[in-house]
């Protein structure tokens, strides 16, 4: 069984440890201790805490068959004659997208404002963390 501290979870959900505390003081995520009496937080309730936590589709996902949208702040805009860079930081993932200078344009997107990244692939690497970054329990 994989569970997890405090400050592991919270690094994971992109909140602060004290964020994480105050969730299991009220009762919202569960928690039990280890040998040592440390909070730990078993993988699997985190996941459903997490998957309970998901803001539903927006209401354009409906025509869409892209379900990975992560909404988030624009943090830089490089645009050229042509092409654009648009950095967005949504919670701890930073995503950049390179389109056109005109669709940057029309959807009015500069530093400060929400946006949401729609994210569809053919591709997608998944990778384990080195084992330091989640714990085993037994």
Do not use: C
């Not at 050229?80 to 200078?101: E, H, K, N, T, Y």
Request: aromatic share 4%; net charge positive.
């Amino acid at each position: 069984m994989t569970s997890y501290r405090i400050g592991e979870a919270a690094e994971l959900l992109g909140v602060s440890a004290d964020t994480v505390r105050r969730w299991v003081d009220g009762g919202r995520l569960p928690a039990g201790r280890d040998t040592h009496g440390h909070r730990v937080i078993d993988g699997v309730e985190l996941a459903g805490f997490v998957r309970a936590q998901a803001a539903g589709p927006d209401e354009r996902s409906e025509f869409s068959s892209a379900r990975n949208r992560l909404r988030g702040i624009v943090t830089g805009v490089v645009k050229d004659a042509v092409m654009a860079q648009v950095d967005i930081q949504a919670g701890p993932f930073r995503i950049v997208s390179l389109m056109s200078r005109e669709a940057v344009d029309e959807l009015d997107l500069r530093v400060g404002a929400v946006a949401l990244a729609v994210i569809k692939s053919t591709t997608v690497v998944v990778e384990r963390p080195s084992a330091t970054r989640g714990r085993v329990g037994s």
